[in-house]
Each structure stands twice: as C-alpha cells, then as structure tokens.
C-alpha cells in the first residue's frame, strides 16, 4: 500500500516523506527483536537507518550530496561536482537520491489521494470539521532498503530472520495505508577507508542533531566538528582535532549545508512530539585534520554508529572522503 510519513502540512495538502526515516522504523523493529533489543537500543548498540528508494539495477541509494549539480531540466541527470572544482551550467542538487555507482539521482514516485470528512449530521464535507484534504505519499510497490546494525556478539546468531514479514508504518492505516512486505538479510562489513590526509570530508547520510555550549540545538559547523571530533576519540582516534574549513584558495567548495525539521506525532498520548531541528541530509563539511592521520577503524566505527543525537533512530549517519565528494561527477551519457 503507499506509505505516508508526514513532512509538511501545506493547507489541505499533507504531504509524505520520500523516504522511511529510521524514527518510523524503530518501533516494529524493537517489538519484533523483543526485550533485549531495547537495552541494545538505550546502550547504543542497535542502530536503525532511514530506508531509501533502491536503483533501477537494484542498488543503494543514499541523500544526494549538495555539492553536485544537476544539469537543468533533468533533476537525474549529474553535470559536477563544486567540492571538486568548476562546473559546468548546472542547479544545486538539493532533492532526490543517488545511487553511488551509476551516478544518477533516482526520484521515488508518489500517488496523491483525496479524501474528506463527513459531517454526521448532514452526511456530507464541511470545511469547520475538515472538509476536503489530500495525502500525497509513496507510491505502492517503491522498493526501499535500509539496514539494522547491532554490535557483534550481543544477539544471537540470525537474529535478522525476525524482521520478515508483514508491517505497518507510517500514519492512516485505517485509511489503507502503511502496509509493507519486508525481506532481512545479512550485510557485509562496513568500509574502512578514508582519513588517510589532513582533510575530512563529510557527507551526512541523515539529519544531524547536536547542541551548542548553551545546550540548545545547533546547525553551527563548528558544533558538528566538536560532536564528531568527540565520537573518534571514543572510536580510538585520540589526539585529533578538527576545524571547519569554509573557504580554499582555488575556489573550490567546502561547505554545502541545508537544515531540516521533524515534526512527529505521538499516538498513544495524542499529542505531539517535541521539534527536531538540526543539519539536513545531503550536506556536506570539510574539516582541516590535526593530530592525524585517523585510523581507518576508528572512521569504520562512526560509520556504523553515527554521531549527535538519537543516534539509534537513524539520526547522525555519516559517509567519510567517499568519491562523490573527492572525485569529479557525471552522469554517462545514455
């Protein structure tokens, strides 16, 4: 069925989530690896990420870094890349997904749906109770996927098998939506690579959540590298230090950073959840590295755990030094 996970509210338009962020997933995954699952999730060891749409040939996809340009007209088709050097004519990539190997941004498709309320004593819409709103959410049969990482040796052996099966995600699932067939498999291991220079690039593959000096949340660069910077001393890096790098001398692009909200709803106490505002998916840092170079385990261990807050929901995911931001990009030419 479509899957609507609300984004934004737009008059009588709701408007759904082109992807299944890792907060949506949570609940069915803890319920369905039991009790011991929840202490992994409050220890930090169960990590659930956001569920993209898979490529055409079946791939990953992940949030497209806001250092590519898109050639105009064509929102799929990548013309360059800013972090890399000059571009040709071109819009900010600022939407979509793109699937690493075959340089393309995949869009996931939608279907909108109308619907109303009824008054009970007319028996027809009426504007104070409602009246006419549409959803636009996910369309069915989009092919998604995401991953569920638990620490080695906490769970027994094929602990995955659990996760098969039938779901409900999402909202309005009285009004036919929200049902999903999902298939677990073993992964391989993470990568360990990257970090072998005194640059560090970042590409966030979720909303980052962190907080300033004052507590308060932060989209600051220079909060991001403190919370980063912490997680590889906890990962073993110890000794680096990390500084914001805005501005080069040949012009290339350092920073390319967007902020996100999430508003969610919290349905057994019918009211809403407190705001989640921090750095948005896609954007992209540069960090000058000190004290290096950083062991590629300790990136490996970042990676796979994540950095800031709520970290097991899926927030804080990060890529390092990955070729879409170290190398020139295009599309092939079909």
Known sequence: EPVLVAAAVRGNLVEGMSHLPGWCLMPEVARRLGDSAHALVRTGDLVVTAAFPQSPIGGRTLPVPRVLVHEKGDPTAVVGNRMAGATG?????????????????????????MHNTISDDVQRPLRKIGGVYVYRALAAGTVLRGEVRVRAGLMEPGWEKALTGQWRVGRSSKDDYGQVSVEARPLGPIRQDGGSGDVLRVWLLSDLLVRDERLRPSTRIADAGRVLERALTEAGATGVQLEPVT?????????????NRTESWHRGWGLPRPTLYGLAAGSCLTFAVKGGPIDPAALAE??????????????????????LLTEPVAAPKE
Do not use: M, W
């Open 302 to 323: 970042v990676r796979a755990a994540g950095i800031g807050e709520r970290r097991a929901e899926g927030f804080g995911q990060v890529e390092f030094d990955h070729e």
């Open 89 to 113: 004519e071109g819009k900010s990539c600022r939407n979509g997904y793109i699937a690493p190997e075959e340089k393309r941004i995949v869009l996931p498709e939608t279907t909108v749906r």
């Open 247 to 259: 501005e080069t001398s040949d012009g290339r692009v350092t920073v390319a950073v967007g902020v």
